[in-house]
């Protein structure tokens, strides 16, 4: 807003139009002042002061989200040098009813136009949700004008969008897509594997199915009418609320599941059309997140050629686990067994002492709609954190499992936590590098200190890092599920806290539930980079994501419903950033986490957050 004396054209005589703008407000001083409507954006930063955020009529709604384009056109320019500037709007197919968002490039250099596109899409996808990439681009000479010497933006005309991963511009058929999925299971038997209970020992086996007329191999269902991302929203989190999702005993682990935006009658029902959305189900017996890139790929070659190459001779998941079965795990068997027993109740009593609105005991888990926190930590958070794991010589998984540490003794004031770490770890060999399965390890990772020696983050991040390192040298010790007696299965009363990371991956295997909502708000900015979970128990979780290419941090806590309230859950990511706040902030030295107390950081973070 601007407060001064003045005409506007188009406003004179209108005073309808001018009440619309104009505005009575309280000032500084004991008058009241006319302020006037400038349609600018704003936002407070870090330091108090007001900077701006973009134009009001420039922001637009798609897919039921309110975006700037300025904050996309912000992304697009830093891509290449090439890009002198570019303009982001929305746009209208009237003849399938679709809204989508387009790019004008101006560049003034001679450049090869799908080639930059293609680098520009590649780097939006890396830096903005989804439903913020533009589909539709177009390159400029030059920019229409308007004589004030602004940019024309009705002028620069329409684009149809382009081919990309989220928007296809030829048909797609339903009934071809399904012709590919089953070539996809078929090439794949860990995709159509049973499994079954034998009453007699109290152990699971599994079946390779074969693939039928009366059994394709997945499940197939349809919803039509779902226009908009809050309806999207509850569909996608019901898929893992649904009793009997797969059919185990068919070896049924996948489902298709093709969702049409809109109830109006087709001229081809085979057909889907732009925004309709395909979800994949697949149980996590049959995949994990390393899998994930492999299955998408060979479905895209069977959905395009009609066929899908089969080599007899290559690895398969079946030969995989056969050869791990052959391996001598004795050592790594002793040594977990020592490490489980030495174990004690205090590490147990400690899980059992995080607060929470309802007992964990009382409510043991279930599928729940979870409540995520969303935050994202400051530069200056991220760079002191990475800079002490450089400093450290330790990873930044392992650094942010410290912190983890650090806040589980604060809210429990308990100095021996245990945790289960599961540990996407697929084979490196190049045989291996198309098999689609669950490579999956199991770690515990007890950091047990003793409060009355002081110790300090140094020294946890340390006794962090060698526990973790240990467990690596034993992760030949798989602890197949399928291979658990089935009373030590259903056993509910055990309350442990889980830990994942991955590096090599942009997805990795996380609990349905929460990845899911994580996926369902960008407009919180989650990048598509690297994922880590971090001890996660049955009722609360941490995730962090870390961008390696900008060096960004995002974090993301996972609260059951089961027995967390909406306020207990903002408290407790508002305490979480405290501490981190405290431990890495401006005032704080490298070497204050040396020689200051481990308590000093928590104490002081508790008191901030009061």
């Known amino acids: 807003m601007s407060t001064n004396n003045g005409v506007f054209k188009c406003y004179r005589g209108d005073p309808i139009l001018t009440s619309r703008t104009k505005v009575i407000l309280p000032d500084i001083s004991t008058t009241n002042s006319s302020y006037v409507r400038t349609g600018d954006l704003c936002r407070y930063n870090k330091d108090g002061d007001i900077v701006y955020a973009g134009r009001e009529d420039f922001r637009v709604k798609i897919y039921g989200q309110l975006v700037e384009p300025e904050v996309i056109e912000q992304i697009v320019l830093k891509t290449t040098d090439l890009v002198k500037a570019c303009i982001v709007r929305k746009e209208q197919m009237q003849e399938v009813n679709n809204e989508y968002l387009s790019c004008h490039l101006l560049v003034t250099s001679d450049v090869d136009s799908q080639d930059l596109i293609h680098q ?28 004030s010497g602004k940019i024309a933006r009705k002028q620069l005309g329409e684009i149809k969008p382009t081919n990309n991963i989220g928007h296809i511009q030829t048909d797609v058929s339903i009934k071809r897509l399904r ?66 999702l797969f059919d185990t005993e068919r070896g049924q682990l996948v489902r298709l599941h093709v969702v049409r935006r809109t109830k109006t009658p087709l001229i081809n029902e085979d057909l889907l059309q732009v925004n309709d959305i395909i979800i ?11 899998s994930v890139g492999i299955f ?52 147990i009593r400690a899980m059992s002492r995080i607060p929470s609105d309802r007992s964990w005991s009382l409510n043991p888990y279930k599928i729940t709609m979870p409540i995520p926190i969303i935050f994202h930590l400051d530069n200056n958070i991220t760079s002191a954190m990475i800079k002490c794991a450089r400093e450290n010589n330790v990873t930044i998984a392992n650094l942010c499992l410290s912190c983890h540490y650090a806040f589980l003794i604060q809210l429990t004031d308990e100095w021996d936590h245990a945790v289960d770490c599961n540990v996407v770890k697929r084979p490196l060999e190049p045989e291996a590098a198309n098999i689609v399965g669950p490579f999956v390890d199991y ?5 047990a200190l003793n409060e009355k020696t002081n110790p300090t983050f140094c020294t946890l991040l340390e006794k962090t890092h060698n526990t973790m390192m240990e467990a690596f040298d034993h992760l030949f010790v798989e602890e ?74 995002s974090y993301a806590f996972v609260f059951s419903t089961a027995t967390y309230e909406q306020s207990t859950a903002i408290r407790y990511a508002t305490q979480f950033q405290a501490m981190l ?25 508790t008191t901030t957050f009061n």
């Open 120 to 147: 520009i899409e590649v780097y939006c996808r890396q830096h903005l949700p989804s439903f913020m990439v533009p589909v539709a681009w177009q390159i400029h000479s030059e920019f229409p004008l308007t004589p």
């Open 179 to 244: 012709q590919a999925l089953q070539r996809v299971i078929h090439k794949h038997a860990i995709l159509h594997t049973s499994f079954h209970l034998n009453t007699h020992t109290n152990k699971w086996f599994q079946r390779i199915e074969p693939l039928t007329e009366d059994n394709e191999g997945f499940a197939f269902v349809i919803s039509e009418g779902v226009e908009n991302y809050d309806e999207i929203s509850r569909l996608i989190t019901g898929e893992f609320s649904i009793q009997g």
């Open 280 to 290: 994949f189900s697949i149980r996590h017996e049959a995949i994990d997140g390393s």
């Open 296 to 347: 998408l790929s060979d479905l895209a070659q069977s959905y395009d050629t009609g066929k899908l190459m089969v080599d007899s001779n290559a690895i398969s998941y079946l030969d995989y686990t056969i050869y791990q079965s052959g391996i001598d795990r004795s050592a790594s068997i002793a040594y977990w067994e020592t490490y489980f027993d030495g174990i004690g109740p205090s590490a």
């Open 443 to 447: 770690i515990a990772c007890r950091v």
């Open 480 to 553: 197949d599920p399928l291979s658990k007696d089935l009373t030590e299965m259903l056993n509910v009363d055990r309350q442990c806290s889980d830990f994942q990371f991955d590096e090599m991956l942009q997805d990795v295997t996380l609990d349905n539930n929460a990845r899911l909502q994580l996926l369902l708000n960008p407009s919180d900015g989650m990048p598509a980079a690297i994922w880590w979970r971090l001890a996660t128990d049955t009722h609360f979780g941490a995730y962090v994501i870390y961008d390696s290419k900008i060096e960004k941090l």
């Open 581 to 605: 706040e405290r431990i890495f902030g401006e005032k704080t030295r490298p070497i204050d986490h040396q020689i200051k107390p481990l308590s000093f950081w928590l104490k002081q973070a």
